[in-house]
């Protein structure tokens, strides 16, 4: 096993991956950046190494500077987190040159799946079922008329080095085609250099259903369940769940098998992520494959039991899996929040800052993954995850009450968080009646725009709450929480009610902020 790791990312999970190394007594390396100096992560790592100013390509994305780090500090293997260098094959091909074991597939198995069309030709040959469509390059606007005709309106453009969204355009008719093919392909060519598009039936109002495999290196594979991944917002997750409300234990075993065929496709090791679209007639189609640990592997820890970092370090030390498919158990769900540094009520436009104040929740069947801590200043250089806040339960309902009680525990006070859209999500007769799709949250959001447009004449207090809420954060910070008894407010609020008047005027103050 390794001695030391160094763990090239920041943030929750590079705090996630400090702990399973502390927990298999493996030393644990970190980086920062010139912002990060007193990020979480360093103050919890056994080592730390500054790589450079704040701007990814001069840190965090710098294969050189890591590897420098890695060869300082003598690390064995480094673990890329997600984002960041995590899925570049260049990285993973410089880590075997330097000697480093990269924790995560190797170059080959993340190239087979970065380029759609080439994953697509792959899977087809493997048997695995596909949205139909073309696994090759539109050549042309003719042949693109061709394909589209016959697999029938409304088609989708993809760019085949995509993925996110990026480069993607849903065409209705074929008045359309032609623009939306050009708009498809200059739009591929800026974000990625790579012009090709292909073409796909477009699934209507999907659900976004994901698989998480692990592989090891003696050719061992399993399947370990299922995540909902369906409530997104411009292409970002914003709420998982495990298992998906609308998969039972046939449909989970099929789309198991065809996970674990995929992995065998591309030659897989370590752990990864097929993802698949669902029809509502609940026909599941591969989509990609993230070749990473995902940001909502929580939910699988939860219901598996397994613990998918420790697993992830068994693999790449050349350990066989410790158990079978026959061993993976599911029990309960599992439900995870992501909370971000945005504020709701500005478009969800980041909101970088010190923050002021922190009460976390914690209790009966929560998880939380934090790379915050009080004082600390939240930098507007990196994607603006805070933390993860996930709620377990012996079934849905529990875990969607536990995660309630447990969003109304916490407080993020100096900066704007969505907290409060997870207590609408959580609290919305679709979302309790499981009536999930991609289409979700946008229409969950302007519904609520409706509403309020609707109720605004009637409803004058609304600057005023606003007004009073910041008076009462101006307190939080000259004061700090002992002068607005906020401390107590939380105490007693665990049923995390709504009484409003009931309340005195600095607890309602103090309620406003953290409701808003
Ligand atoms: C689709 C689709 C409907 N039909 N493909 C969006 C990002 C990407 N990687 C694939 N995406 C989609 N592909 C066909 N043939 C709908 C989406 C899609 C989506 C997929 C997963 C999660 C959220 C989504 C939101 C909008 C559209």
Redesign the pocket.
Known sequence: MFKKILIANRGEIAVRVIRACHEMGIAAVVVYSDVDRAALHVRKADEAYPIGAPAAAESYLNIQKILDVAKKSSAEAIHPGYGFLSENPRFARACAAAGVKFIGPTAAAMEAMGSKTRARQAMERAGVPL?P?TSRGLQSIEEAEQVAAGIGYPV?L?AAA????KG?R?VHVPDELRSSLEAARSEAERSFGDSEVYI?????N?R?IEVQVLADEHGNIVYLGERE??L?RR?QKVLEEAPSPIVDPDMRRRMGEVAVRVAQAADYTNAGTV?F?VDQQKNF?F??MNTRLQVEHPVTELTTGLDLVHLQIHIAAGEKLPFQQGDVFLRGHAIECRIYAEDPDNNYFPSPGRITLLLSPSGPGIRRDSGMYEGWTVPMDYDPLLAKLIGYGTDREQAIARLTRALNEYFVGGIKTNISLFRRILRDPEFRAARLD??FLDRMLKQEEHRKSETRAVSPSESGAAEVAAIAAGMFAVLGPSAAGVGERVASNGSGGSDAQSVSKWRSSGRSEATQ
Do not use: R
Not at 162 to 165: A, K, Q
């Open positions: 949205v469509g989708m993809k995509g993925g996110g969204g993607m849903l796909e039936k477009a699934i209507v999907p976004h991944c369906s997104q292409h993802e679209l189609y989509l990609e991609t289409g």
